[in-house]
C-alpha cells in the first residue's frame, strides 16, 4: 500500500526543472508533499484533496489526477535550496495514510 | 508555537537497556503520530493518538515497543529491551484534525543507536 516514487534519484542543475511522480495501487481521496533535507524532520510542502487538483507557491507546484491514482511534483527553474529528499503521502482513507519510498533531489551549481 | 518538540535528540544505549523517546505536540493538534525512519525501511507508522487515545498500533513491531499518552502535551515510546536492530530515527508529528486532510508537522526526532 505504499505508493511508489520515481524517479529514486535525480540531479540538476541550477535552473533546470524537474518533476517527481507518485503512484499508489489504492483509490486516493489526498496527496501531500513533504520535503526532508539530510539530518532535518520532514517539512510539509503542500496538500491535494481533490481530482485533478494544482497548487503550487513559487516554483513548486503539483497536481492529482484521481482516476490514475497518481500525483506529480514539478519543480520549475531549481534553487540549491531545493535539494533534499521529497516524500509524498497519500490518504486512501480517512484512517489510512502512508510515505511513498521518496526521491532525493540534488542541485548543483 | 514552538513546533513539535522531541528529546532527546540523540541516544546511544546498550542492547538490553530501556530507552524512552519524549515528544510534546503543537497545542491544539488532537492526532499525535509516531514514526520510525531508516535507509532500508523508509517512514514506518508505529502508531497514532487521537485526543490522547491509540487508535492504530498495527505498526509497532514488537512487544518490545509501547506508547503512551497521558494527556494531550506529553506522549512516549518506549523500547525494553532494546536491540541493534532498532537503531533508527523516531520521529513524532502532530496533526489538526484528521490526518489526512491537513499537513503533519514533524518533531526533529531521536536518532537512536543501540550498540
Known amino acids: 500500500q505504499q505508493p511508489v516514487q520515481s524517479p529514486q534519484a535525480v540531479i540538476l542543475r541550477e535552473g533546470e526543472d524537474a518533476v517527481i511522480n507518485c503512484s499508489s495501487s489504492?483509490?486516493?481521496?489526498?496527496v501531500h508533499w513533504y520535503r526532508q533535507k539530510h539530518g532535518e524532520a520532514p517539512v510539509f510542502l503542500m496538500i491535494l484533496l481533490k481530482g485533478g487538483e494544482q497548487k503550487g507557491h513559487e516554483k513548486i507546484s503539483a497536481s492529482f489526477n484521481e482516476k490514475k491514482q497518481q500525483s506529480s511534483l514539478y519543480l520549475t527553474a531549481s534553487q540549491l535550496s531545493y535539494s533534499g529528499t521529497y516524500f509524498c503521502?497519500?490518504?486512501?482513507?480517512?484512517?489510512?495514510?502512508?510515505f511513498g519510498t521518496g526521491t532525493s533531489l540534488t542541485v548543483i551549481p | 508555537d514552538a513546533g513539535v518538540i522531541q528529546s532527546p535528540r540523540h541516544e546511544v544505549t546498550e542492547m538490553g537497556q530501556e530507552v524512552t523517546l519524549r515528544c510534546k505536540p503543537i497545542?491544539?493538534?488532537?492526532?499525535l503520530f509516531w514514526y520510525r525512519q531508516t535507509m532500508m525501511r523508509g517512514l514506518e507508522l508505529l502508531i497514532y493518538f487521537n485526543n490522547n487515545v491509540p487508535i492504530d498500533d498495527s505498526g509497532m513491531p514488537e512487544d518490545r515497543f509501547s506508547a503512551k499518552m497521558p494527556n494531550a502535551s506529553f506522549s512516549t515510546l518506549k523500547i525494553q529491551p532494546s536491540e541493534p536492530r532498532d537503531s533508527a530515527v523516531y520521529f513524532c508529528?502532530?496533526?489538526?484534525?484528521?490526518?489526512?486532510?491537513?499537513?503533519?508537522?514533524f518533531g526533529s526526532g531521536t536518532r537512536l543507536t543501540v550498540v
Open positions: 497545542s491544539g493538534h488532537d492526532y
Open positions: 503521502g497519500t490518504g486512501i482513507t480517512g484512517n489510512q495514510f502512508y
Open positions: 489504492k483509490a486516493l481521496y489526498s
Open positions: 508529528a502532530s496533526s489538526f484534525r484528521r490526518a489526512s486532510e491537513y499537513g503533519y508537522t
